[in-house]
Nanobody, 122 residues
Framework: QVQLVESGGGLVQAGGSLRLACAAS????????MDWYRQAPGNQRELVAT????????NYADSVKGRFTISRDNARNTVYLQMNSLNVDDTAVYYC???????????????WGQGTQVTVSS
């Protein structure tokens, strides 16, 4: 089984910064693409940022481009989300998501973290 555990959420004033981390543990062969999603009350879960297996390719939602940076440390099985210039619209529960190969077989399984709350005050 694979577990994803997020950390780093909290309360911050508008204009401030936070850094989220998501560490994967358990038994697996390889972690492929990793993503951050968020869900605000009353809204659907939306994709915030994604990073490829080796970290060469990243993509961002238009709403966070230029403010958020996704990165990963494969030696630590961890993905990060650096969030700068936060505004009240960034308030949400942030979820880590990963596509994991349990074995050398190419089939991937999707895993989610439990979420971490980010609250931005005006």
């Amino acid at each position: 089984q694979v577990q994803l555990v997020e950390s780093g959420g909290g309360l911050v004033q508008a204009g401030g910064s936070l850094r989220l981390a998501c560490a994967a543990s358990g038994s697996f062969f390889q972690i492929n693409a990793m993503d951050w999603y968020r869900q605000a009350p009353g809204n659907q879960r939306e994709l915030v940022a994604t990073i490829s297996t080796n970290g060469d390719n990243t993509n961002y939602a238009d709403s966070v481009k230029g403010r958020f940076t996704i990165s990963r440390d494969n030696a630590r099985n961890t993905v990060y989300l650096q969030m700068n210039s936060l505004n009240v619209d960034d308030t949400a529960v942030y979820y880590c998501h990963a596509m994991v190969q349990r074995s050398r077989a190419r089939y991937e399984y999707a895993y989610w973290g439990q979420g971490t709350q980010v609250t931005v005050s005006s």
